[in-house]
Structure formats: structure tokens, C-alpha cells
């Protein structure tokens, strides 16, 4: 094709051929030159040939005598929106089909000639031209466009069709812009515009009875414009827009890139936190859903029993944008948590359609055009608007008589365009509005397991749902639309309350450790020896186990940190209790011996005796996280579902801690009996009364706050407080009780304790002669007590 014909296209076409050419590859042993000879040649065949595909590019051959009419289409085979594949079959079909009917256009045969957008303007507008050329040069002429299917395409290209008076039925292009008739007075559309999914939103929220509402969508114009059209909507309807938040597209991550762009996302999903409205509305495309998606399920806006309902737009409802890879890493994640989290979020699709003349397309689409089965829901609405072309040509040419490349032509066929009606439309029923859009067909999907499933229908202005819809709890009973914000949702490091437990935690963690030290510079006293300074470090270091609890407890629940709870908190009750029992123990052994027989417990009896006991915990603990692991998910009241908690739950939680708490309880139980058998004995041994203390405070207090934090689970700070403060107080307590008495006799009268050892030790019955070996100098030498 001459350069002349294309101008400045031409010239920039060129342009980007040769700067494609000089690229440098390092790798390359060709010279510069012959690079660059090469790389002309092989893009300037390639241009021949995709020249050549367009001027036999007709799927229906006319005789050389009949009168023609030609429509182009175009079609994104790629890009963006990869689903020429499933529509473009759709085109062919309905042009043979149409060259075979004697009702319409008799007297004439439709050419048809077709490109790939690839979704891109530029290209769209490169093929426009090249079309009409080639129909020129033929002696033809384009007749009209069906196409194009991305709005970025269809939006230069009625420009250049209101030039060149080329009326334009696109069969997917919904930018809300294009209904701008002063702009695009040749254009009209088979799909309705985007704003019409605001109409959906509105009726979906009357029909549920919600009134109040959080908007978020990116600030391209398609969504920025539904966002807009919606809240018009709400204002009229008296449903409240708390928040409106935008934010510009974000740029995924490539193999060699980072992501950019997406810290507006964030932002966007914090504000939403502070408002009280329970459903949010999203408008924007795939990637950008799936990262505001992915952050929502971690700070508990999204998810089964959170009280959020999200709405969205069929550019990221109707897709698996669970499956895509993580546009902040450019990973494929594990799909499970977004999937089960996005259970019955809601949107309205293009209408399908439905019936035997529908299944006998689908059929031929398949069978005959090689479309993927089943074929693209914008498939029909291509079918659709190949016939509104010719009932509207068959109008204007074989009834009125006009001629084609007249100047009446072209008006008088965009006239009759818009007053088209087709009430059996493949698409369901096709009506123009005086904006030439098409009047609302819409399904009302949701999302079920990963399967998209109709729960409603729009149809010419009128919304019917299906009587048992399924919401993000699981139920079908309908949420309420406000969130109770007075009470937190769950406790992190950053809450006040959670910093004074943890300022107190660590004030008795440093005491802990102070003792562990006292304890190693006094070890050689009598008053330590008599406690068995192995076994007080061991309750020690399960002390200083039970004081970070509190930590624990602070931080945001997970799935980690949940199942910590039990296992951080098992094992500290464990090495606590359990080192008392087993000295108990000893001390019934030893000093509770009526025969003359010397008995003997060693440390590492004991020792052993404490693995069995932790081996007890440690079956309990692993068989609860590979059976039935405790999870954070988001709980809510029940009732109006206003309040709602993360909360760590399982499915048989309950089982559990009633296992957990009898084994607690069993070992507590034996304390109890030991300290009662060994009240009797020397007090310079005996603990039974500190033990006693202990074990009565622990039950106690223990056993109230278990309880209460149960009872007061959706009130999160006070069952925050009364978890630690229960920890902090047993925890505290043991500490107090076993390690302060003895300190105190060191420090202040540790001779007196001394000789009161010595004394106690010579007269106690275990001071027989046949003992006598084993407590005869507790100073000189470490005794097995």
C-alpha cells in the first residue's frame, strides 16, 4: 500500500519499525548492518503478509455480479482481554448465516473482513484504516464496523468512524464514555455500558434491604465512571455512601521487575476499616482486585462471618482471580485461603442467554467454528449485532432504496440502527436506549466454591433473586449493613491495653531471670539445696514460658500464633507442675518411710519421671495440630452480626481444651494429694503449704478466668484483660510463693536457717542410722534431695 494513503500513520508505523530493527543483541555475531537489513525485512514481511490475511480475509465468498456490503470486525485475540478465540466464531457464523436467508438483504451478499486488536489502540486504529483502504481499492465500501471489544480500542476508533460517517456496533466495548452521543454519534453498542452495573448494585441493595454502603475502585475511566453513576444512584435511593476510595492502577511484578504502584491499594483498604458500612462495592480490573482482595482477608474485611458483603464488577467477579499469580510478587500462591475467604462475593455478568435456538448456537460454535466450549458469553451478543446490521441494511436498501456512498447514506443508516429491536435475541432481548446502548441484561452471580452461580437476573430495568441465596457466612440469612466499630476486632501490639500486660509481662520476666541468678550465686546454701536447685530452675524456665503468653496473646491472631497458645502454654504448665509433683514426690518417698530401709531419689529419677509427664503433653499437642488445628477466622454475634471478633477456633476446639484441661487437672490433683501427704514433714523441706497456695490459686483463679474469656469472647478487650491477667496472676503467684520465702531466709536470716537445717535434718525419723549416710552433711555435699 502506498505511503501516500496512510500519511502519518504510515509514517509512524515506519518509525517503529526501524527503532524495533536497531535493537542491540549482544549475543548476535551478525554485523550492525546485516542485523539491521534482516530485521527490515522480516517486519516488512510480516506487514505483507497481515495486508494480505486482510483482503481475503471474506468468510463468505460473493459472486462477482452480486451487490455487496462489507462489515469489518474487530477482535482482542490477545492483550488485555484475550477473547476474540470465543467470539470471533460467532461473527462468521452470523454472516453465513445471513447470506443464506432470502428475507433479508435478497438483493445483496455480506463481505465480512476481521482483524486481532490485541486489545490495543494503536493497532485498532492501524486496521480501520487498513480495512477501509482495502475496500477502496476494490471499489467498496466499509459499511460498517462490529467491534470493537476493549473500550480503549472502541473509543479512537468512533472517532475516526464519526469522520468517516462508518456506523459502529460494538459487541463489548462498556466504557460508560462512549454513551456520549455529541463525541460518538456513529457508535451504539450490543453490551450495555458499565454504568448500568450500577443499576444492578442499587436494586441488589434495595432488594436486601441495605442502606449503607463503602465504594473502592481504581480511577481508570470505566470504573471511575460506574463509581460515580452509583453514588448518583444511592443519593436518589436513600442508601448512604460512608467512604469513596480510589487508587491508581497498580504495575504487577515481571521475573525481572518489582511490583510498583500499589501502596494506594493499602490505604484505600485502611480507610475502609474506620467505616461502619458492611458492604463495599469494587470496581476495577483483575490484578488490582486480587492485591485489595488479598489485603481485606488479612485486616478481616473479607471472609466468612467478618459481616462484609463485597459487590463487584464482572472484571474481576466473573474470573478466577484467585488462580492468578500474586501481582505484588508475580508467585502463584496457594489459591485456598483468597478462595474459601471469597465465598459468595456477588456481580452481574452480561446475559448469557438461554433456550433451544441459544444450545443450538452454542452447538455450531463449537462443532463447526472450532469456538471453545461453551463459547464466550459476548459470543451472542456479536450474533445480535450482525443482525441488527442487517435489519437495519435491509431497511435502508431494499425498502427505502437508498444507495450506498450517498450522503444520506450513512445518517439514515445510523437512524435506523438505533430504532432496531430484536425481543428473541440470542443475547437475550436486544433494545437500544436513545443513546443507542443497549437497555440492561444482566445475571447476578456468586461466587460458590470455584464456580460462579446465578442468584438473580436483570432484565429491562426489573431485578428478580433467587429466594435462597447463600451469603459469606454460609447461611441465607441476610446481613445487616453496619459494623459495630466501638468494639475492636481483635488486639495487636500497637493497642494500649495490650502494651500495659506486656510492660507487666516483662517486668516479671526480668524478675524470673533475677531469680534464675540468685539462685546460681546461692546454689550452696541449705535452704536451696533442701529445694533442689535443678528442679527450681526447670520451674523457672516454665515461668518464664508462661509470662511470654502474654505476648503471644497481643499479637494479631493467625493461624501460627493460635496454635501457639496451647503449645507455649501446655509445656509451661507442664515443667511448673510438673517439677512440684515429682519433688513432692521425693519428699513423701524420703520423709514418709516407716521402714529402716534408706531410700534413695535421684535427680535423674526425677528427671525421668518429668519426660513421661511432657511426653504426655507433647501427644496431646501434636495429635491437635495434625488433626484439627486451631485457625484465626472472623466470628460474629448471630444475631444482627454487627459485632464481629477474630477469633482461633477449630472444629472441635471444644474436645480439645476439655482434653488439654483434664490432664492439667489430673496433674494438679496429684499435687494436691502429695501436699497433703507431705505436710508433716521438716519445714525446711516442706512446700506443701506454698504448693498448696499455689495449686488452690491456679484452680481458682484459673478456672474463672478459662470461663469468663469464653463467656466474653466477642467483647475482645475484656477477654483479652481477663486471659492475661488470669497468666499473669498464676504465673506471678508461683513465683512469689516458692522462690520470695527462701530468698528471704538467705538474706536475712540465713544461720538461723542453717542451724534449724541441721537440726531438723539430725531429728527427723530419716535420721536413723541406716540413713543417717544419706542426710548427714546436706552442706558438704549434695544430697540426693
Known amino acids: 500500500f502506498p505511503e501516500q494513503k496512510y500519511n502519518n500513520l504510515w509514517n509512524a508505523r515506519e518509525m517503529w519499525l526501524l527503532r524495533s530493527a536497531a535493537v542491540h543483541r549482544p549475543n548476535s555475531s551478525r554485523s550492525p548492518r546485516s542485523l539491521f537489513r534482516f530485521d527490515v525485512m522480516f517486519h516488512t514481511l510480516v506487514l505483507f503478509v497481515s495486508f494480505a490475511l486482510v483482503a481475503v480475509s471474506a468468510q463468505t465468498p460473493c459472486p462477482a455480479s452480486s451487490q455487496t456490503v462489507t462489515l469489518g470486525g474487530f ?84 472517532l475516526l468512524a464519526r469522520h468517516f460517517q462508518t456506523p459502529q456496533v460494538s459487541w463489548g466495548s462498556t466504557s460508560p464514555a462512549l454513551s456520549d452521543k455529541r463525541t460518538y454519534p456513529y457508535f451504539m453498542r450490543t453490551a450495555s455500558p458499565d454504568d448500568n452495573v450500577a443499576l444492578v448494585w442499587t436494586e441488589f441493595m434495595l432488594h436486601f434491604g441495605w442502606k449503607r454502603v463503602s465504594v473502592i475502585h481504581s480511577r481508570e475511566e470505566i470504573h471511575a ?28 511484578a515481571t521475573a525481572t521487575e518489582p511490583a510498583v504502584g500499589y501502596e494506594g491499594h493499602f490505604v484505600a483498604v485502611d480507610d475502609l476499616m474506620r467505616q461502619e458500612a458492611a458492604i463495599i462495592v469494587m470496581a476495577a480490573y483483575q490484578e488490582d482486585a486480587r492485591v485489595i482482595l488479598d489485603y481485606a482477608l488479612e485486616q478481616g474485611l473479607l471472609g466468612n462471618n467478618t459481616g462484609y458483603v463485597w459487590l463487584g464488577t464482572e472484571t474481576w467477579v466473573n474470573t478466577a482471580f484467585w488462580e492468578i499469580p500474586d501481582p505484588l510478587t508475580n508467585r502463584v500462591e496457594d489459591p485456598t485461603p483468597l478462595l474459601r475467604a471469597s465465598q459468595a462475593v456477588f456481580g452481574p455478568t452480561i446475559f448469557p442467554g438461554e433456550g433451544p ?56 443508516l445510523m437512524e435506523v440502527l438505533r430504532s432496531v429491536s430484536i425481543p428473541d435475541g440470542l443475547s437475550g432481548p436486544v433494545f437500544f436506549d436513545e443513546n443507542g446502548d443497549r437497555i440492561g441484561l444482566y445475571v447476578m452471580l456468586s461466587l460458590s466454591g470455584t464456580d460462579y452461580v446465578e442468584v438473580g437476573r436483570y432484565i429491562l430495568g426489573n431485578l428478580t433473586v433467587e429466594p435462597n441465596v447463600v451469603f459469606p457466612d454460609g447461611t441465607t440469612n441476610v446481613p445487616v449493613d453496619l ?53 527450681m530452675l526447670i520451674i523457672l524456665f516454665g515461668l518464664l514460658m508462661g509470662f511470654s503468653l502474654v505476648f503471644i496473646f497481643s499479637a494479631k491472631p493467625t493461624d501460627a500464633t493460635c496454635m501457639l497458645r496451647p503449645w507455649i502454654g501446655g509445656i509451661a504448665f507442664v515443667l511448673v507442675a510438673g517439677a512440684l509433683l515429682t519433688k513432692s514426690y521425693r519428699m513423701w518417698k524420703v520423709f514418709d518411710n516407716q521402714s529402716l530401709v534408706l531410700v534413695v531419689v535421684s535427680n535423674i529419677r ?7 509427664l511432657m511426653a504426655i503433653m507433647l501427644i496431646i499437642l501434636v495429635l491437635w495440630t495434625a488433626i484439627d488445628p486451631l485457625e484465626a477466622e472472623w466470628k460474629n454475634d448471630g444475631i444482627l452480626d454487627q459485632t464481629k471478633w477474630l477469633s482461633c477456633t477449630s472444629n472441635n476446639e471444644i474436645v480439645w481444651v476439655v482434653i488439654l484441661f483434664v490432664y492439667l487437672g489430673l496433674l494438679m490433683l496429684a499435687a494436691i494429694v502429695l501436699a497433703i501427704l507431705t505436710r508433716k514433714v521438716v519445714s525446711v523441706f516442706n512446700e506443701s503449704r506454698y504448693i498448696g497456695l499455689i495449686i488452690y490459686s491456679v484452680f481458682f483463679i484459673g478456672g474463672v478466668c478459662l470461663v469468663l474469656s469464653f463467656v466474653l ?59 543417717s549416710r544419706q542426710l548427714s552433711s546436706p552442706r558438704s555435699q549434695d544430697s540426693s534431695l
Open 606 to 612: 526425677l528427671l525421668q519421671y518429668l519426660t513421661v
Open 713 to 771: 469472647e466477642s467483647i475482645v478487650v475484656a477477654a483479652y484483660a481477663i486471659s492475661c491477667g488470669g497468666i499473669l496472676f498464676c504465673c506471678g503467684i508461683t513465683l512469689v510463693a516458692l522462690f520470695f520465702p527462701k530468698f528471704f531466709l538467705i538474706f536475712f536470716r540465713r544461720e538461723k536457717a542453717d542451724r534449724q537445717f541441721d537440726d531438723e535434718v539430725t531429728s527427723s525419723p530419716s535420721s536413723r542410722p541406716e540413713s
Open 75 to 158: 477482535f482482542p485475540f490477545s492483550g488485555g482481554w484475550p477473547v476474540g478465540a470465543g467470539v470471533q466464531p460467532a461473527f462468521s457464523m452470523a454472516i453465513d448465516d445471513l447470506n443464506s436467508r432470502t428475507d433479508i438483504l435478497p438483493s445483496y451478499c455480506v463481505r465480512s473482513v476481521w482483524d486481532d486488536t490485541m486489545c490495543d489502540a494503536g493497532n485498532g486504529l492501524a486496521q480501520f484504516f487498513e480495512q477501509r483502504q482495502a475496500e477502496i481499492d476494490a471499489g467498496r465500501h466499509l459499511t460498517g464496523v462490529v467491534g470493537a471489544g476493549c473500550s480503549v480500542v472502541s473509543s479512537p476508533m468512533a
Open 483 to 535: 459494623i459495630d466499630l466501638d468494639n475492636p476486632t481483635f488486639i495487636d501490639f500497637n493497642d494500649p491495653v495490650a502494651i500495659a500486660f506486656m510492660v507487666v509481662a516483662g517486668v516479671f520476666m526480668v524478675l524470673t531471670l533475677v531469680t534464675a541468678l540468685l539462685v546460681g550465686v546461692y546454689r550452696k546454701t541449705s535452704v536451696l539445696k533442701a529445694a533442689s536447685i535443678p528442679f
Open 357 to 412: 435456538a441459544y444450545d443450538e448456537f452454542a452447538r455450531r460454535m463449537v462443532q463447526d467454528y472450532g469456538s471453545s466450549d461453551p463459547p464466550q458469553n459476548f459470543a451472542a451478543a456479536t450474533y445480535d449485532a450482525v443482525n441488527v446490521f442487517a435489519i437495519a441494511l435491509h431497511q435502508v436498501l431494499e425498502v427505502e432504496g437508498l444507495t450506498e456512498g450517498t450522503p444520506e447514506f450513512s445518517p439514515r
Open 225 to 252: 465512571t460506574t463509581a460515580t453513576a452509583f453514588q448518583v444512584l444511592c443519593k436518589e435511593n436513600n442508601i448512604t455512601v460512608e467512604a469513596v476510595e480510589n487508587f491508581f492502577p497498580g504495575q504487577p
